[in-house]
Structure formats: C-alpha cells, structure tokens
C-alpha cells in the first residue's frame, strides 16, 4: 500500500478475518503460528506466510508466491507527481517483483488508475502473462456496482455530477 499505516490496517484486518468463524468454516485446517503472529507479519503451521509492507517497505528475506499490491498511491496529488510514479516503479522494480518464487508467481495490483503513467500502467505494460479487470461504480447499463447495498444508484449519480469528469473516470 502507499503507507505503513494502511498496509498495518491491512495486516490487522487479515488476522481478524482468520479469527471469524465464517473463515473457519471455510478452511477448518488454517490455524496462524504461535510464533509468528504479529500484525503485519503472519505463518501458519502449514508454513505459508503474510507479510504486510509499504511501497518503500522492506521485504529483505521475504519471498512471494501472491502479490498483492493495494493503493499504491493515497490521493491524485500522489498520482501526478512523476517523482512518486517513479518511486513506486522503482520499488517495485528493485524490491517487489525481484522476490517471486517461482515463474507462475502472481501479481494482484488494486488501485484508482488516475494516471496511464501508474504503477498500474507500469505492470500492465511490463508484465507478460496478464489480465486487466475494470470495475466501475456504475456499470453502462446504469446499475450500481461498488457496495450496492452500502450506497443506491441515486447517490453514485450524485457524485458523479459533482465530480470532474477527470475524477470519476479515474474512481
């Protein structure tokens, strides 16, 4: 994520949704380490492991077979500024894409695409195995898609309308 403090709310929120029933019902068998179990740093007995970081985190020692890369940028400001664009490029560059296990490792990256010139972008054009998944607030037919039991089709058309163009595109 773009910082520590969302990639730390991240690492408690999984360590949360493994403690739920539900999970439990889901994979019986998954239970965290005793030894490994801090908030952003997770092993099962199985030996897989979760490890949360921000761009510029460390991952020294820490190798990959899913990658999840989730708001890599905060707010549009971030996502205009060349220096952060190469920042998280580099990183990802240098740091993340240099730990992957194996050739069938896989990259997951989450995010507004404000900017052609993203870490998104980056990835889309780099990548060689890849596929690209849009998800629109409004779908073309009108119908509500992000949390539609949260927000009603008359509210995401208010913001729309109040949004620059430019904006909601991008969200």
Known sequence: ??????????????????????YKNVF?????????????????????????V?????LTGKGWDYLIIDDPVKD??????????QRNIDWYDSVASTRLQTQDSRIICIM?????DDLGGYILREEKDRT????????????????P????????????HKMITKNWEAL
């Open 1 to 22: 994520s773009h910082g520590a403090e969302l990639s730390n709310s991240f690492g408690r929120r999984t360590k949360q949704i493994t403690m739920e029933q539900s």
């Open 28 to 52: 019986p068998d998954f239970e965290l380490s005793q030894e490994k179990r801090e908030w952003g740093n997770r092993e099962t007995k199985q030996r897989w492991g979760y490890y949360s």
């Open 54 to 58: 921000w761009i510029g985190g460390s």
């Open 76 to 85: 549009r400001m971030e996502a205009d500024s060349p220096t952060i664009q």
């Open 112 to 116: 507004t695409r404000w900017s052609v």
């Open 132 to 147: 690209q998944v849009t998800i629109k607030a409004i779908d073309e037919r009108g119908k509500g898609i992000i949390r």
């Open 149 to 160: 039991w949260k927000r009603d089709l008359w509210y995401m058309e208010d913001v729309r």
